[in-house]
């Protein structure tokens, strides 16, 4: 079936340090959302990615989507402690309806030691 | 932002007993919602998907008898746990898509069912 492979499962850094998740998936991928939970919160939508080898940037944190659509990453630049949380990503496969499910990764858990 | 709330946050019910879940969409309408159940630390493993007006689509492995779902209106789905059984404890959320052409999903807050 289709599965989004997400690694690490865990990641401590000490703040100010870079941070990154990968996401990976077996087929091509119509687009990627990316979602952060906080401790104890829901997932927030954080960014979409639709197009081949596309480059998203939100202040400190950098989105990437591959070339051939199955894989995409988060890159956190010099890490806070309010940057801590799960992040997911989410893929959408082709066909079906334009609210079509989402297949979510395992997820990222964030630890920034101050 | 879309807001989406849940109802309840938290439930400690008995064995065998029913519970239901009500997911609104409070400031846009969702033809479509999504159930889900995350396990401490674990992933969103979609349950079902929520059409309004007609039957929910589940996923694989998903008993339909089990979880219930109705989506009554363009702004409520509701998810009944029936004959709930320990093993059925778990944080169950609902989320919406909402916006134009993106279709990011807004989630409700969760609901923590624990089952004695």
């Known amino acids: 079936g289709q599965q989004v492979m997400q690694i690490p499962q865990y990641q401590h850094v000490q703040e100010g340090e870079d941070f990154t998740t990968y996401c990976n998936s077996s087929?091509?991928?119509?687009?990627i959302q990316w979602y952060k939970q906080r401790p104890g919160g829901h997932p927030v939508f954080l960014i979409q990615?639709?197009?081949?080898?596309e480059v998203k940037k939100q202040k400190r944190l950098t989105f990437q989507f591959g070339e051939a659509k199955k894989n995409s990453s988060l890159h956190i630049t010099a890490t806070q402690t309010t940057d801590v949380g799960t992040y997911f990503c989410?893929?959408?496969?082709?066909?079906?309806?334009?609210?079509?499910?989402?297949?979510f990764g395992q997820g990222t858990i964030l630890t920034v030691h101050p | 932002g879309a807001v989406v709330s849940q109802h309840p946050s938290r439930v400690i019910c008995k064995s065998g007993t029913s519970v239901k879940i009500e997911c609104r969409s409070l400031?846009?309408?969702?033809?479509?919602m999504f159930w889900y159940r995350q396990f401490p630390k674990k992933s969103l493993m979609l349950m079902a998907t929520?059409?309004?007006?007609?039957?929910?689509?589940?996923e694989q492995g998903v008993e339909k008898d089990k979880f219930l779902i109705n989506h009554a209106s363009l702004t409520l789905s509701t998810l009944t746990v029936t004959s709930a059984h320990p093993e059925d404890s778990s944080f169950y959320i609902c989320?919406?898509?909402?916006?134009?052409?993106?279709?990011?999903?807004?989630f409700g807050p969760g609901t923590r069912l624990t089952v004695t």
């Open positions: 989320s919406a898509p909402q916006g134009m052409g993106v279709y990011e999903q807004y």
């Open positions: 400031d846009f309408q969702a033809t479509t």
């Open positions: 087929t091509t991928l119509s687009n």
């Open positions: 990615l639709v197009k081949s080898g």
């Open positions: 929520s059409n309004e007006g007609s039957k929910a689509t589940y």
């Open positions: 989410a893929g959408r496969y082709a066909g079906g309806t334009s609210y079509g499910k989402l297949t």
